[in-house]
Nanobody, 123 residues
């Protein structure tokens, strides 16, 4: 059982940076793969990035590769998404997700989800 709570969203100007956090609770957090997804109204939820439990594997969507960095601090039970060079296309609700094993891009494979945090990038 893992409970996830995202934070760090807000309004940022195009070209700016923002760091999202996802606080996790649960005894098994350290061994769960984690991921970030995002969604805008009228669009399907979109994969952003994923990271293995020991940070030994990371994968990014092409749309964010080179701009976003996913990381985790297991000692703090926290997942991060450092976002840079933000543009209006990055405006979305960002969700963190967790799964005991899965490190892919399919949202239905992740067992646990947070409530989301809104990121708005002004042009």
């Amino acid at each position: 059982q893992v409970h996830l709570v995202e934070s760090g969203g807000g309004l940022v100007q195009a070209g700016g940076s923002l760091r999202l956090s996802c606080a996790a609770s649960g005894r098994t957090f350290n061994y769960y793969s984690m991921a970030w997804f995002r969604q805008t109204p009228g669009k399907e939820r979109e994969f952003v990035a994923t990271i293995a439990w020991n940070s030994g594997y990371v994968h990014y969507a092409d749309s964010v590769k080179g701009r976003f960095t996913i990381s985790r601090d297991n000692a703090k039970n926290t997942l991060y998404l450092q976002m840079g060079s933000l543009g209006p296309e990055d405006t979305a609700v960002y969700y963190c997700a967790a799964d005991p094993y899965y490190t892919g891009t399919d949202e239905v494979q992740y067992d646990y989800w947070g409530q989301g945090t809104q990121v708005t990038v002004s042009s």
